[in-house]
C-alpha cells in the first residue's frame, strides 16, 4: 500500500511539473526592455563632418546616472524605427537587468551612415584637424554623446565581437578619457598573418570567398535595407564545388562578376604590402589607458590568433600599470556570448563555461570598472584548460611555470623528445593538387567551426600525410602557450604549403560522449588541438617570396595560437605534417608563382620529404612549453 501511495503521489507530482508554464525568456526580456528602456535614434556628425547613425537606449529611471556601453559595428544596427527596439541589449542579457545606457552605431559607410567604407580602415598616427579614422570616430562618438545624452555618469565602456571587436581595439587608441572598459572579443588584428582571411600567407578559401561574396557588396548610399545574401553553391558539397572552381583567378570570373571590389584586392594583394601592413593594428596597440579585457576561444577558427595578438601587444606596448588582462574559454567564434559553452562537437567541457563568463566576468568586469560595483579582481590570464576542462588563472601568459620542450619528427612515426641521430634520413609523400587532403570528413560549404576539434582519423590513413606520436602517456602533460615549429623540408617541386596539426589521441576504451548524435566513437579518436598551414615561399619573410630549389633541403619555421590543453595519461601527442588542407586553404600549385594569377597548367604533383638531419640545431620538430 505504500508503495502504491508512493507511485501515486510521483505521479501527480510529475504531472503537476509537466502542466507548469514555460517560461519563456526571451519574450521576459523584450518586455523588459520596452518597460525600462526608452530608443533614441541619433546622426552624430564626425570632425570631417560625416554623420554617424547612432541609437541609443536610455533607462527610463532617473534616479540615478548610468554608464555608457558602446557598440560599433559593419553588420547594422537593426532594427531602424525609435519605435523599434532590439530583443536584447549589451554584450549579455544580463546588462540589460542591470541598467546600461546602451549606444549601438553602424560605422561610417556603412548601412545608414554616412560616408564610404573601407574594410579594416587603417590606424593613422599623424592625423590633422579634419583627418579621421575609427579611433577618432569613436572619439568624437562619445564626445557627443557625454554632451547630447542625459542622466549619465562620465564613464563608457566599449565591447565587441569579430569586426566589432576590431572596432573596439581601435577605440582603445588614443581613447577619448571617458572611455574606461574596453573588451576587443575576437578582434580582427591583421589579415595577411593570421585572422579570418590568411594564415602564414595562405589563403582560408571558403571563409575568404563566402564572407566577401556577401558582406563585400558595394552600399551605394544610406540605407536601412542593404542585403547581405549568402552565396549560393548549389551544392552542400564545398570540397566538390571549390576544386571545380579550378585556380583562385576563377572565383571572380565564374561568381563574383567585378561585384566584389575587396575579393579583387585581396588578389591584387598575395604578399604582405603595404595594402596589408596599413591594416594591422597590432602595431598602434600602445599606451593603452582604457581597463581591457581581450576575450577569445581556443577554437576560433577566425579570430584566435586576434584575441591573443591584441592582449599580447597591448600588454608589451603600454604602461605596466595598465589593467590589461586575457580571457581564454572552449568557444567557437563568438561561443562565450551564447548558449551554455558546454561542448563543441564531439567535445565535452564539463561545465557551462559561456554562462560562467558572462555571469562571474564579463558582468562583473564592467560593473567594476565603470560603476565601481563588486569586488571583481582578474588575474593577468583566466584561461580554460581543456583536457582537464578547468580554469586556470596565471599571473602572467604564457604561464611562468612552463618549460620548453621539444618533439622531435623521428622516423618510424616516433615523437620523441630525443632528436634522431646518425645520418640524414626523411621521410616522404606525394602531394597532388588534383587531390588534396580534406579538413573535414563530412562535406559542408563553409568553414565549418567544429573542424578546431573534429576527429582526424580521416587524415591519418591518407599516403599525403605524414603521422608522428609518442608512446602511450604514463603521466599528464600539460602544454600552455604557443607551439614552435622548425621542419627540415625538400622539395621537387619550387613551392609547397605546410600544414602541422598537434593531435590529442584517446585511448582505445575511451567512453562514448553523452548525448552523441553523430554516432561517433570516441576509442582512438583524434582530436585536433592546434594547427596552422605554412606557405613555404614566405620561409624568409612574407614580403619576399622565394622559390624554393628543387629537391635542397630548407628551414621553415612558424608558430602555431597558443593551446592550454592536457593529454591525459593514457593518451597519446600526435602530430600530423601535409601539404594541403582543402578547402580549407587554397590550394598551393607546387610551382612558384602569384597563386593568385595561376593557371591550371602550374598546378603538379609534386613529392615532399621531412627530414631527419641528425644535427640538434637543424632536427624537424615542434616545440611546445610544458606546464611544470
Known sequence: MKCLTAILLLFVASTAFAQMPVVDEAKLL?????????????????????????????????????????????????????????????????FAFDGFIFVYQDVRGRWMSEGEFTNVRPHNPKKGPKDFDESTDTYDTIEWLLNKVPNHNGKVGQSGISYPGFYTAAGMIDAHPALKACSPQAPVTDWFIGDDFHHNGCLFLPHGFNFMAAFGKIRPEPSAKFGRLPFDHDTPDGYDFFLQMGPLANADKKYLKGEIAFWNEMMAHGTYDEFWKSKNIRQHLKNIRPATMTVGGWYDAENLFGSLECYKNTERGSPENTNNFLVMGPWDHGGWSRGEGSSLGNIRFGSKTAEFYREKIELPFFKKILKGEGEFVAPEAWVFESGTNVWRKYDAWPPKTTQKTEFHLNRGGRLETAFETGSPTSDEFVSDP???????????????????????????????????????????????????????????????????KVIDVYPADAPDTDPNPAGVRMGNFQMFVRGEPFRGKFRNGFETPEAFEPNKMTSVKFTMPDICHTFRTGHRLMVHVQSSWFPLVDRNPQTFCDIYKAKEADFQKQTHRIWQTGDATTTSHISVRVVK
Do not use: C
Open 434 to 500: 588534383a587531390k588534396p587532403v580534406p579538413f573535414l570528413e563530412r562535406t559542408t560549404v563553409k568553414m565549418d567551426y567544429e573542424y578546431m576539434v573534429a576527429d582526424q582519423r580521416h587524415a591519418s590513413r591518407r599516403p599525403d600525410v605524414l603521422v608522428y606520436q609518442t608512446p602511450v602517456l604514463k603521466d599528464d602533460l600539460t602544454l600552455s602557450g604557443p607551439i614552435d615549429v622548425q621542419l627540415q623540408v625538400s622539395t621537387t617541386g619550387t613551392d609547397a604549403d605546410w600544414v602541422v
Open 30 to 94: 523584450r518586455e523588459h526592455i520596452l518597460a525600462n528602456y526608452t530608443k533614441y535614434e541619433y546622426r552624430i556628425p564626425m570632425r570631417d563632418g560625416v554623420k554617424l547613425f547612432t541609437a541609443v537606449y536610455v533607462p527610463k529611471d532617473d534616479t540615478k546616472k548610468y554608464p555608457m556601453m558602446l557598440n560599433r559595428t559593419p553588420y547594422s544596427i537593426t532594427p531602424y524605427g525609435v519605435d523599434n527596439y532590439r530583443t536584447t541589449l549589451g554584450p549579455s542579457k544580463l
